[in-house]
């Protein structure tokens, strides 16, 4: 099925927006030596064809104490369209030659045979396509200092039809050989979309499940984080409560986010990994409270982001935080195993949006009289803000009379 020629931005603009950015957070993060090789990525993320409308959409750094940040560009599917076996066979290739690509360049084995079969039973495994979705899939490619490039991969169940995306699923779980870990599942897996999977050079089996944050009352949450990471997470739990959504009480749903299970080889079957992902344009006013919030949370984690001033700068070439709206996409937060968390911010930036998102919400910069407003608002906040640490001294005053004052 041909792409649609009025996506988002051309392709053009899109490839060359993306290059800036990806090497602009490249050298911010101490990664310029993988320049040549994003270079050759992006070849393979920017495919010129008749096939789906395909091309970098988010960018995502992860932050973790003891370790260096993490630095992801993510390309999907950019149109909505229904699917066809073709859209599907030609996105399948698209990813095998860039698994064949980096496995030539690092001499490491990604696993492509893995890949495949879980591509097939994802899209190619329904026998009927009722209740069809728009085409969705996403792949990743993940770098960190020392250690060569990963690649992630995000399968939607529903692109190939609804009603039988559980026994899909279940497959999925058969083929990884994780029968304990579907046994073991704490929650139902009717209303999981979204899958995704790692592919290192060195293999490891993983599987991660998003399901809707509004299937889960915060009550139930905080129970789920103490059963499958430990006790040593709430008070982390109750921090990211209190500083990104202001304390919602126990009852509520997690509405603006997902949440998701990691299961690995490495896990017990009965504990995944727990992640919150919280959608920052739902809960935050623009990018410039996106950001205060990330960086007061990473402080109450205890969670350094070197960098992240620097790296924001390269994600906003044009721009600074308070003039632009919804380039902060998503916050998530990994909770377990062990004590340790980890901290993901996922961007969206300006001229790389796609036909999925809701045009409310798209990547914008701010009409000129908003920016005026919100500078203003902001400068009266920090002036209020000063007065109060010292007493409101220069608000305050007092009458001293002398004594002889009868």
């Known amino acids: 099925m041909p792409s649609s020629p009025d996506a988002c931005q051309s392709a053009g603009a899109r490839l060359a927006r993306a290059d800036a950015i990806l090497h602009g957070l490249l050298r911010a993060n101490r990664l310029a030596d993988s320049a040549r090789q994003a270079d050759a990525v992006l070849r393979h993320l920017h495919p010129a064809w008749d096939g789906p409308a395909f091309g970098v959409s988010q960018f995502s750094l992860s932050y973790a104490a003891g370790r260096a940040p993490k630095l992801r560009c993510i390309a999907e599917t950019l149109t909505q369209q229904r ?15 860039l698994l064949h690509s980096l496995a030539a360049e690092h001499g490491a084995a990604y696993d492509t045979g893995l890949f495949t079969d ?7 495994g329904s026998p009927a396509r009722e209740g069809c979705r728009e085409f969705r899939y996403a792949l990743a490619v993940e770098w960190e200092q020392d250690h060569p490039p990963s690649v992630k991969c995000y399968f939607d169940l529903f692109s190939a039809g609804r009603a039988d995306s559980a026994d899909r699923l279940a497959r999925v779980f058969r083929r990884l050989d994780f029968h304990a870990q579907w046994d073991a599942m704490p929650v139902s897996p009717a209303s999981c ?13 993983n599987l991660r499940l998003y399901l809707p944050g509004a299937d889960f009352r915060f009550a139930d949450l ?33 509405a603006p986010g997902l949440v998701s ?10 504990r995944p990994l ?12 623009d990018d410039a409270a996106a950001r205060d919030a990330a960086e007061t949370l990473a402080e109450a984690l205890c969670i350094p982001m070197p960098a992240y001033r620097d790296s924001l700068a390269a994600l906003l070439p044009d721009d600074s935080p308070d003039a632009t709206l919804h380039v902060r996409d998503h916050l998530s937060v990994d909770f377990g195993p062990g004590p340790q968390t980890k901290l993901n911010l996922y961007f969206r930036p300006v001229g790389l949006a796609t036909g999925h998102l809701n045009p409310r ?5 701010k009409p000129p009289l908003l920016q005026r407003t919100d500078a203003a608002i902001r400068a009266a906040i920090d002036q209020l803000e000063a007065a109060r640490r010292t007493g409101y001294a220069e608000a305050t005053h007092r009458m001293v009379f002398p004594r002889a004052a009868g």
């Open 83 to 97: 699917p066809d076996a073709a859209d599907f066979a030609a996105i399948c290739a698209l990813s095998l030659d």
């Open 118 to 124: 879980l591509y097939d039973i994802v899209y190619r």
């Open 193 to 205: 979309r979204g899958i995704a999977i790692d592919l290192p050079p060195v293999p490891v089996d």
């Open 222 to 254: 905080a129970a789920l984080i103490r059963r499958l990471a430990g006790a040593d997470h709430e008070a982390a739990f109750d921090r990211l409560r209190r500083i990104l959504l202001n304390d919602p009480p126990a009852e509520a749903v997690h």
């Open 261 to 270: 299970l990691v299961y690995a080889r490495r896990l017990d079957p009965g």
């Open 274 to 285: 727990v992640k919150l992902d919280i959608h920052m344009p739902t809960v935050k006013p």
């Open 361 to 365: 919400l798209l990547p914008r910069r």
